[in-house]
């Protein structure tokens, strides 16, 4: 069992730096990743802008006040 451990551990120190190498193969950034990370660019800009006016009107809902439709005291209403 001993053997087997000492000839695993030497095999793997061996190879750990082959496996660790830097070449531009692994550095380069495929066409397909590329046009993956812009779809979901685009779709999080596409869904930007409605978010943000459907935000706007919410605070504008909360801020402002509604002019005549609450009836003053003593009012009858129809």
Do not use: N, R, V
Not at 21 to 26: A, P, R, V
Not at 41 to 58: D, E, H, R, T, Y
């Amino acid at each position: 069992m001993k053997l087997k451990t000492a000839i695993l551990t030497a095999i793997m120190l061996a190879t750990a730096p082959a496996l660790a190498s830097s070449d531009i193969e692994t550095a380069e950034t495929s066409l397909l990743t590329l046009l993956f990370l812009g779809f979901g660019a685009l779709i999080i800009a596409c869904q930007l802008l409605p978010s943000l006016m459907l935000f706007c009107s919410m605070l504008k809902g909360l801020f402002t006040t509604a002019h005549g439709t609450i009836p003053k005291t003593g009012a009858k209403i129809l």
